[in-house]
Each structure stands twice: as C-alpha cells, then as structure tokens.
C-alpha cells in the first residue's frame, strides 16, 4: 500500500503519543498533536480531519503496513498501547523490506565515486551490515558488477562538478603509450561508463575534435579559472550512436557489419544485442546472419572475438582479414609455448653437442613488427650484407621485445641466468649457402663503450661503438644464438631457406 510524506508524519507523531505513558491522550489530543505536526514540518495550517485520524489509527491497528500496532482505549476515552514497550519503530523489517533494502544499498554503492554518495559511505555501511545481521548471512540476491580495483575513480566527482558548472581543468594524463604524463587544458562534456569503467568526453584547450580519456589513466586533475569552451558540447549528443565501446574515429562513417552466427549460440547473441543497430537478416540451417551498422573500432573487434568460433565475419572484408589475423596470432601463442620437457631435451643436446634447433622461437606477429622494423632502420643496400642490430636495438626501444622475446629469454636462463648480450647480425637469405654453411664460434664481441679488462684485446672503433677479441676463458661461456626470419632444416648444417617460417 502507498504510504505519502503526510501520513507517515501522522503515524510517527501517533506513535509517539501513545509511547508516553505520563499523559492521558483523548482522539481530540492526538488531532493536535497530528495538526502542530504537520505545521512543524510541511508548513500545513489547515489541520487534520477526526476521521482522518481515526483512519490512521485503525491503519497501524492492520497488518496493512505491518504495524500490529495493539492500540487499546481505557475508560472509553483515552488512547494507549497495551504493550508499554512497542513502537512501531521496533517493528522487526520483513524479508521483502530486507531484500529491497539490500538491492538499493547494492545500486548506491555503484556511485561510490561522487562525494553526494561518499558522504552517506558510513550510513550505507551500517544499513548493510544491518541488513545482513537481519538476514543471518543470507548470501545476495543480486550482485552487480564492480571494480574495486579501478584506478581514477576518485576523480568523478571533479569532473562531474566542472561539466556542471563549466569548468576548464588541467589534468595530468598517461597514455598507454607514453613513457610521462603530458599536462594540458582539457574541457570535459560528459562521463561515460563502459565495460566497467569511466571515461570523460570532452576537447583540448586548442583542440579541434572531441577525445575520450580513461580516468584510470588521469593521474592529476585541477578545476582552473580558464574560459570553457562550449563550441564543442553539441557534438557529444550523438558520439557514441555509431559504435561500440568508446573508441570513435571522426572521419569514419558507419558501415554495414555482416556476421554469422551458429545456431547453437544465436539465441544468445539476439537476445543480447552487440549493438542498438543490430538485426536478423536471414536464418537458415548454417546460421543466423545478422547485420550491424557500426564504425570499425577495436571494441567492435573485441565483441566479436568474445563469441570465438561461434561468430563469424562475412563482411567487410577488412574486418573480416583483421579478425582472422587476430585469431592465428591467439592460436601461435598456444603453438610457439615451449614444454618444461623439450626445453630440458634441448639443453642437454645444447650442453653435450655444443648446438641445438628450435623451429617457431617467433609468431607471425613478432616477425611482422620485425620486418617493419628492418625497413624502415635498413635501407635496401645494408640488407644485402651483413648488418649490425644492436647498435639500432635502444633501451627504450620496443622492437627488442620482438627480437628477444619470451621463447629466447625463457631458453638462454635456462642455460645460464647471467646471460648478456652482446651482438645481434642481420644476414640476407641468399648469403647464408655461401657465408654459413656450418656452426661457428664468433670470435669478435661488440661494446657501446670500450672497457678495460684484460679478457678483451685488439680494440678497435666501429659505428656506434667497439669491437674487440675475447680471451679462450671468455670464448668457452660464450652463446651464439642464430636467428632465421625464414624456416630452416639443419641436420648437417647446411641451411636450406624457406619462405614462411624461421
């Protein structure tokens, strides 16, 4: 039963009437007591009818509202409980009132951002603990997804404030990417939760186009007293119409997105939309084709890597060619793991021949950022001849990931965990009949700086640094490691190349 603002006031100020025991209360006191009430609190004058008390009163009499309340009348006159110890703010909560309770405390907690919400932290805390004491530990009817891990969060309440009051903030940013954060103006329109996490839309200080931050990549925030630009406020209407996720490429438009999906899964995948565009086009006994009309983005590719093999891309072609590509990267980090078994086999023919031969040290991913690496360091003469990576291979330089990935670091910690590097060489396919033609030693070592010590001599200058002899001491814990970007079969050592593998 609906109970208004009103007559909560008149049961509250009735149960107090009948609680006090050191007066007498006829129906005409408990009117006025009702009517001051009512001024107190709402500003009413006009009052409160007899039969409007006298309906509240029969009211928490009932199980109406689960009050019971055991109002009796002594001497045909006045009002009382016949319990002196009720109040129908001692009423224990039913497992109804406790579970709606639980579920609004579960949704106020997932704006545990804005400071309205951390204000009430500790009453939401006490109410919880409450309702669960209440519950004997009764585990949760629902549970909501959150992230207590989520970085940024604190910076909501900020940003929601400068969008509502039109604020520009300066805020410290790290991309992924990026080694600092960069500093600059920022004037934000709107916060967008996804997937988790939050995110604010919204235009630089000089910038032409709108952007989307990741708040768990903010790492400073200030509100300032620069002017807010509202030029750009209107473009956010209808940002996020044409994609999914966050990720929104300007220029782009949407395009159709044709996708097939089994009939075993389908079911799921209509009645969980990828997208508010989607549609059924067909059914048919290989499937359920389905259209969406979406930009291209990587959350896009990610929705549709979700359902594995049972969703597959029909069109665009370039979609289609990305997911693919995507999919044989996933299956050669499977194939390019090396058993506990065969590296130990490998290291005991390394340890006892001096050699062995690993096929797949790379995925097609690690040789296609290395390949796109080679030329644009290398021109086309230096690939004809032996060439000299490591001076090119910086600390901070990203392809050396690619070059000494996880396969190459997991097997040389095998054989020795104080392992350095020392040189890299570059050697064109057709030079390898002529040039080598079986294992050998390298008898020549390469410095950044030339030291001094007495396992190294005839130093001599190079191109960004020095190459010396080592001594026999140095020779004998000395590991070459050959790298072929193409496939090579050895029993003999002689290397036959063949295109597509290493």
């Known amino acids: 039963m609906p109970v208004n603002r009103n007559a909560l006031i008149r049961y509250k100020t009735i149960d107090q009437c009948l609680q006090n025991r050191y007066r007498k209360w006829t129906l005409d006191d408990i009117i006025e007591a009702c009517s001051d009430a009512l001024y107190e609190y709402e500003g009413i004058d006009k009052g409160v009818s007899r039969r409007t008390v006298q309906s509240d009163i029969q009211i928490m009499r009932s199980d109406k509202l689960g009050y019971n309340a055991p109002i ?15 109040s129908i703010t001692n009423i224990p909560l039913t497992d109804q009132d406790l579970s709606q309770l639980g579920e609004a405390v579960a949704f106020l907690k997932q704006f545990s951002g804005f400071s309205h919400f951390r204000k009430l932290e500790g009453m939401i805390q006490k109410l919880e603990d409450h309702i669960y004491s209440k519950q004997d530990n009764r585990s949760a009817i629902i549970d909501f997804e959150t992230n207590n891990l989520l970085r940024g969060i604190h910076y909501l309440e900020n940003l929601y404030q400068a969008i509502l009051k039109e604020n520009c903030v300066e805020i410290d940013y790290k991309s992924y990417k990026a080694r600092n954060a960069a500093k600059f103006l920022f004037h934000p329109y709107l916060l967008k939760e996804y997937n988790n996490r939050w995110f604010v839309l919204g235009v630089r200080d000089r910038g032409k186009e709108i952007m989307v931050l990741a708040l768990d990549r903010v790492e400073g925030l200030r509100i300032t007293e620069e002017p807010y630009r509202t030029d750009k406020k209107n473009d956010t209407v209808e940002y996020f119409d044409d994609i999914i996720g966050v990720t929104n490429n300007l220029k782009e438009k949407p395009q159709e997105i044709l996708l097939l999906a089994n009939n075993k899964n389908a079911p799921y995948i209509i ?13 048919s006994d290989q499937g ?20 594995g093999e049972n969703l597959k891309v029909l069109k665009p072609v370039v979609l289609r060619n990305r997911i693919f590509s995507r999919l044989n990267f996933a299956i050669e980090n499977y194939k390019t793991d090396f058993s506990e078994k065969s590296l130990l086999i490998n290291k005991k023919n390394f340890l006892k021949k001096g050699f062995c031969k690993f096929q797949s040290f790379y ?20 690939l004809l001849t032996k060439a000299d990576l490591l001076p090119l291979l910086k600390d901070g330089n990203s392809i050396k990931q690619n070059f000494l990935n996880k396969n190459i ?3 040389t910690k095998l054989i020795d965990a104080d392992l350095v590097l020392k040189k890299i060489s570059l050697m064109n396919s ?7 033609l079986d294992w050998n030693q390298e008898l020549k070592q390469f ?6 010590s007495k396992n190294y001599t ?13 001594t026999e001491k140095i020779l004998k814990n000395t590991l070459n490691i050959y790298l072929f970007l193409t496939k090579c079969e050895g029993k003999t050592g002689f290397w036959e190349c063949l295109p597509g593998s290493h």
């Not at 009796?72 to 009720?86: M, Q, R, S």
């Not at 389905?290 to 990587?298: A, C, D, H, R």
């Not at 130093?459 to 080592?470: I, Q, R, T």
Request: aromatic share 12%; no cysteine.
């Open 271 to 283: 009645t969980k939309p990828i997208h508010s565009s989607q549609k059924v086009i067909e059914r």
């Open 363 to 382: 995925s097609s991913k690690d040789i296609n950022a290395i390949g796109l690496f080679l030329k644009k360091e290398l021109n086309e003469d230096a």
């Open 409 to 411: 670091n997991i097997f």
């Open 447 to 452: 410095f950044e700086q030339k030291i001094k």
């Open 458 to 470: 005839n130093w001599k200058k190079k191109a960004n640094g020095f190459y010396a002899e080592p």
């Open 430 to 436: 057709p030079q390898l009949k002529d040039e080598l």
């Open 288 to 307: 359920v084709l389905i259209s969406l009309k979406v930009k291209l983005n990587f959350e896009l590719e990610q929705s549709i890597l979700a359902y």
């Open 72 to 86: 009796i009348v002594l001497d045909k006159k006045y009002y009382t409980y016949e319990d002196p110890e009720y």
